[in-house]
């Protein structure tokens, strides 16, 4: 199987969310606010995925939007979550430096599927 950068990012940062839910939960004791993030944040590489094996390119185009705009709500729970302490600014910094460079990947797919539609 050829190699997806944006598949292997997105699973890698997905693990990393996973992990970071299971330190809000069970360390601090926050259950709310991390559950957002669980969702968003795996959602990304759920919706790559789903992209990739798209029926069309409208499909396609809908999925890799929807990974776009998850990735998105992720930045934000994860700024939240640093804003009122439930993630240092060593974690916060280090899950949204991944998160840029997905965003940035999958932003690129974005301009390049629109340009040669």
Sequence with gaps: MKENVLLEKSFAFAVRVVNAYRY????????????????????????SEEAIGGQSKADFVSKISIAYKEARETKYWIRLLNATNYLDDTQANSLLSDLEELLKII????ITTKNNS
């Design 107 to 110: 932003g690129s797919i974005q």
């Design 24 to 47: 809000l939960v069970e360390e601090k004791k926050e259950f709310v606010l991390s559950k957002q993030f669980l969702r968003s944040g795996t959602s990304i590489g759920a919706n």
